[in-house]
């Protein structure tokens, strides 16, 4: 596919354009700081371009805003007392120094997760304890997610990968059919979960946000634009963006 890139700006708001064989304008803003990125047609002349952007910007402008104004938590220092979220939940951070060779974090109850270290270990392990706990929850709940899209969808995934990931929540390899996941998605609500692993697996079908990429999402899950909405309105970290 013949993609050029290149900025405008317009009214001091900095947009990228990508030029790609496609049928349709498409605009968008992503957080953290409210980025522009418009994808065109190759047939569509600058003017144009400049034109549509110059109609949305009330739009672009609204986004901007609700980004800035999005909750955002600040960078754990994984103390009793803190927030963290899990599948969407809100729980609280209770950690517990003991004599014990291994950290281990569980759920205590309902409101409460546990963290169990050995006394002095420091701030950046416990955060690799926790990030390890996250990792575990996240693929086990992709796994039982996987037969299930697989069948539904019609496509086999070789390897579903989970990693921090700094611009997406997923990412796909087509010919590779291996599927990435971002770490952070162990903090989402399930359904959001789902939603990125079943457009991750869409891509399968169709590599780009086309207007059949749209058609098949409405097919296999009718609601994930309702999903999609909810994962941007969930509570972002300090470093999150959205989809």
């Known amino acids: 596919m013949s993609i050029k890139q290149y900025e405008f700006i317009i009214s001091g708001i900095p947009v990228k354009v990508v030029r790609k064989d496609i049928k349709n304008l498409h605009l968008g803003v992503y957080p953290p700081d409210g980025r522009v990125r418009i994808a065109v047609p190759l047939w569509l002349d600058d003017e144009a371009i400049r034109l549509a952007i ?10 901007q805003a609700g980004f800035w104004e999005q909750i955002r938590e600040s960078k754990r220092e994984m103390v009793t007392g803190e927030s963290h979220y899990v599948e969407g939940r809100r729980l609280r951070l209770v950690v517990v120094e003991e004599e014990r060779q291994y950290p281990i974090v569980r759920f205590k109850n309902n409101k409460t997760i546990e963290m169990r270290i050995p006394p002095g270990t420091r701030r950046d ?5 926790m990030e390890r706990w996250y990792r575990r929850r996240l693929r086990k709940q992709i796994s039982s ?5 697989e069948d539904r969808i019609g496509v086999k995934v070789n390897e579903v990968r989970i990693k921090k990931m ?7 390899n087509a010919d590779a059919r291996r599927i990435w996941l971002n770490i952070e998605l162990a903090k989402k609500p399930l359904g959001c979960q789902e939603y990125i692993l079943v457009h991750e697996m869409v891509h399968l079908l169709e590599r780009h946000h086309t207007d059949r990429f749209a058609k098949l999402m409405d097919q296999f899950l009718p609601n994930w634009k309702m999903l999609r909405r909810e ?9 999150e963006w959205r989809y």
Not at 125 to 129: D, N, P, Q, S
């Open 54 to 63: 110059v109609s949305r910007l009330g739009w672009i402008r609204r986004r």
């Open 166 to 172: 700094k611009t997406l929540w997923g990412s796909c």
């Open 145 to 149: 997610l996987l037969q299930k899209w």
């Open 125 to 129: 392990a416990r955060e690799m304890t």
């Open 231 to 239: 994962l941007n309105r969930a509570p972002l970290s300090h470093a």
